[in-house]
Every structure is written in C-alpha cells, then in structure tokens.
C-alpha cells in the first residue's frame, strides 16, 4: 500500500509534468486565465490523461513490445490518445453542455499534446509493473490537474497585484512559473 502512495506522489509531485519534466506546458499558460474555467479543464485533462496513458502503456507493454513493434509507437499514442479525447467529449456531452461547448476544443487539442504523449514515452523506459505504471498514470494525471488550478489561482492573484506595467502579462506568468518549478525540485528527495 506504501507503493501505491509513493507511486502517485513521485509522479504528482517529483517528476510533476508541468513543472519538472516540463513536459505540456502550453496548457498551463493557455487555460489558466479563470480560476473556474481552469478546475473545469483539470478535472477533463486529468480523466483524459489517465485513460489515454494507461491505454497507451499497456498496448505498449502487452502488444507492441512483446512483438517488436516499438517502431510505431508514437503513431499508436497518438491514435489512442485522440480517439480517448473524442470519446471523452462524447461522453459528456449530454450532460455537460455548457462545458463542453466551452472546453470542447481545448480537451481534443489536449488529447494529442505533449502533455499526454510525454507522459507516455516517459513512462514506456520505465521498469516499473504494468500495475504500477497505470498508478503513476494516475499520480501524472493528479499533479498535472492541481498543477493547472494552482497555477490559475496564482495568476488569478498576481493580475491584481501591484506589479509594473513592464512586468504584467507573460513576463510575471513565466517568473511564477519559474519560481513554482524551483519548488517542485525540492520535492527530488521525498520518494
């Protein structure tokens, strides 16, 4: 059970996407404008790329691997993970209108980002049990959706701080973003 937690909190924390593997960094600065808007795409993002990379790990692990077929990797990634995102978008559509009429378009560009492929080739060298690596799926889809609302709410507060003007805008976005990151290496020595 140890493992279990530790698994999620080494992909959540110490080798969080955004921030340490900097890996879908585009959707940090893209949809954490609004705090609202910002939990609604981490919790789709989240779902999606835990489904999309426990699926692409375990054809990798099972099918590719096994018959040598390393080769066409990204090509089945990609596949998976945009057939996931339409799915998924599918899914909620009936009874989330308004979200995904909102979120529609950001969660299909999502579904073939770095953010869901990078966590897939990361993860493919790893040693870890095909078990393990659907938890640290898990542990990469939790960091990167607190990531995203933290990451929000920051911005949120720093756009109605008393910042010079010089420093409004991206160049106060990629300082925080900077800072946080220098954050997240502190946690190198946690699991």
């Known amino acids: 059970m140890s493992t279990f937690f530790s698994t999620i909190i080494a992909a959540a924390l110490v080798n969080n996407l955004f921030f340490v593997q ?8 893209a949809f954490s404008r609004r705090l609202k808007h910002a939990i609604e795409f981490a919790s789709l993002a989240g779902l999606l790329l835990f ?8 054809l990798y692990r099972w099918i590719l691997s096994p018959l040598s077929l390393e080769f066409l990797s990204l090509l089945l990634f990609i596949t ?3 057939l996931v995102g339409i799915g998924l978008i599918k899914l909620i559509e009936d009874k989330f209108p308004l979200t995904v009429r909102r ?10 980002s770095s953010a869901v492929i990078g966590s ?29 609302i933290a990451f929000a709410a920051i911005r949120q507060r720093t756009d109605n701080s008393e910042a010079p003007d010089f420093m409004r805008g ?4 990629l300082i925080t973003a ?8 502190g946690y190198a020595g946690l699991v």
């Open 51 to 58: 489904v999309a990379c426990s699926i692409n790990l375990l």
């Open 80 to 82: 998976v993970s945009a």
């Open 22 to 29: 900097l890996v879908g960094v585009s959707p940090l600065f």
């Open 120 to 148: 897939t080739l990361i993860s493919t060298s790893s040693l870890l049990s095909s078990f393990q690596l659907v938890i640290y799926s898990l542990g990469s889809a939790i960091g990167f959706a607190l990531s995203l």
């Open 103 to 112: 979120q529609g378009y950001a969660v299909a560009l999502l579904s073939i």
């Open 170 to 173: 991206p160049p106060l976005d």
């Open 178 to 185: 900077g800072i946080a990151a220098m954050c997240f290496l």
